[in-house]
């Protein structure tokens, strides 16, 4: 019986963890969304994203459709049988995947091949460490590949653009911090929060800043030079301009955490976690006798539930045109399309991430994309009993990762759209401008939002490379995204960050000694 309600402890974790978002963390994207005047990229960002929060938190779906690698923190009394607990955290990730939670994440890196079910060599993360309380504490983390990408670790000295020389002291730790929010721009889904860790070694350094992850937004750090460091990176990173989703605005980064530790004294690492604003992480105090739930943490204050009067309001209205688009689309109306046009699709999309692009390179297209829209998505799906599907959750993947790849296929197949998050390079802008296509940016995350626009799978193929990775056919309607990348050569993210990085110049003189 123990075990039985470790295991529906561990799954209520895993689904509570996966659709709704900590009471610390919604009061930071309240205070975001108040930050922003109406009318702009920003704003209508964040009113999406405070859709999606709502919208997963009402069908108790994933937040975001990369519910990421499990990771698990957990504290366990003298005595307390580790073995049994992992076994039941496994048996609790395979339900939760099955019940659409999770999405199937977890693949053989040397094979491709999805396991379907988030279990696999070393998947879940799950890391045990004794106490001398008598209950088990279990913290949870959902970080997706979007932001976990975007982490960085820096080797001191070392030389960072628009910053110049970092060295061993706390300037130079100030340097490489406010360095990793710059480098993120919009691919890391901000505004983000990030995890700092000082010190260590390679492997212990990444350890320690997760770790920071797991801290109250709302907290002081024990320590008064980190304290005010962390102060200092969050007010300065929001005057580097880069914004939500990286659209340029007033708000970039909702947290920062540090933490230390000792190293050799060879060795100078400057480790950071970056977290997207999906920030899905949670814990739980069991009991160890019964197994039970005894208490949530991040639960103080009250649970903010978005409404459109959350908004600060202006007089300011949405500038941006609004154009409607049915694939097949022409080159014509892709060429009168120009940055910042906001776009809504009706009609088909497909879905494209790395295997299929890879695919595409190589092979014939299993359906006609001429004029068609290939959207950078791997989504939660659910089959039904009559063998249809259903598509639960649908945000955009990073799609500076398709960069090698994108442009050729364009060509290649007559694509004329590309829809992800973050932007991409100097080579598919080229390919844009002559071929005649666009790139649109949807909000990264908001995969409750996305999923209500799809009102029908009419197909997949390429289902051999699992569920994230298939080319789904996608009957969409107002599916709305912003053109950042368009056929004239103009790039909403080269700009930005460009802009930027000149900004980022501002901080290069000491602050700390």
Not at 139 to 168: M, T, V, W
Not at 239 to 249: A, E, N, R, S
Request: contains cysteine; glycine residues 10%.
């Amino acid at each position: 019986m123990y075990i039985e309600q470790i295991e529906k402890s561990m799954y209520d974790l895993i689904c509570e963890t996966s659709t709704n978002l900590p009471k610390d963390v919604r009061r930071k994207i309240l205070a975001a969304r108040e930050s922003e005047d109406a009318g702009t990229r920003a704003a209508m960002s964040l009113d999406t994203i405070a859709k999606n929060i709502n919208m997963a938190d009402e069908k108790m779906s994933p937040i975001c459709q990369d519910t990421g690698m499990p990771t698990f923190k957990i504290k366990t009394p003298v005595g307390v049988n580790q073995i049994e607990i992992k076994a039941a955290i496994k048996r609790a990730i395979v339900q939760a995947t099955k019940d659409t939670k999770l999405r199937p994440n977890s693949v053989d890196s040397l094979t491709g091949d999805n396991s379907g079910d988030n279990l696999g060599t070393g998947v879940p993360v799950v890391k045990f460490e004794q106490w001398e309380q008598d209950h088990i504490e279990v913290k949870l983390i959902l970080k997706g590949g979007g932001c976990e990408n975007k982490n960085i670790q820096y080797s001191l000295p070392a030389e960072l653009d628009g910053l110049g020389r970092a060295g061993r002291d706390l300037d130079g730790i100030r340097k490489c911090i406010l360095h990793s929010v710059y480098q993120a721009q919009g691919q890391g889904c901000s505004a983000g929060f990030i995890g700092v860790g000082i010190g260590g070694d390679r492997a212990s350094g990444y350890e320690l800043a997760k770790d920071q992850l797991f801290r109250n937004v709302d907290d002081l750090n024990p320590n008064p030079k980190l304290s005010e460091l962390e102060e200092y990176i969050l007010e300065s990173a929001n005057k580097l301009g880069i914004g939500t989703m990286g659209f340029g605005g007033e708000v970039t980064l909702l947290g920062c955490k540090i933490g230390v530790m000792h190293r050799i004294p060879a060795s100078f690492y400057v480790s950071v976690a970056y977290n997207c604003w999906a920030y899905r992480r949670m814990a739980v105090d069991i009991d160890a006798s019964s197994g039970e739930i005894t208490n949530w943490h991040y639960n103080d204050g009250e649970k903010i539930a978005f409404t459109e009067d959350d908004a600060k309001k202006d007089e300011v209205k949405q500038s941006a045109r609004t154009v409607e688009l049915t694939a097949p689309i022409s080159e014509e109306q892709i060429r009168d399309l120009n940055v910042g046009d906001v776009v809504k699709i009706s009609g088909m999309m497909y879905t494209g991430r790395d295997a299929i692009h890879k695919y595409l390179s190589e092979n014939d297209s299993p359906i006609d994309l001429n004029g068609q829209i290939i959207y950078h998505c791997g989504p939660v799906v659910m089959k039904n009993e009559d063998g249809s599907y259903e598509i639960k959750a649908a945000g955009p993947t990073t799609s500076a990762r398709e960069e090698p790849y994108q442009g050729d296929i364009m060509k290649k197949f007559g694509v004329r759209a590309v829809i992800g998050k973050g932007g991409m390079g100097p080579k598919t802008l080229a390919a844009l401008e002559e071929h005649g296509g666009v790139y649109l940016n949807a909000i990264g995350g908001a995969a409750q939002y996305y999923a209500d626009c799809i009102k029908k799978v009419e197909g997949v193929d390429l289902l051999q490379f699992g569920i994230p990775e298939a080319m789904w056919h996608l009957r969409v309607k107002d599916f709305t995204a912003v053109v950042t990348m368009d056929s004239h050569g103009n790039s909403l993210h080269a700009d930005v960050d460009k802009s930027s990085l000149e900004k980022l110049g501002q901080f290069k003189e000491k602050v700390f000694s």
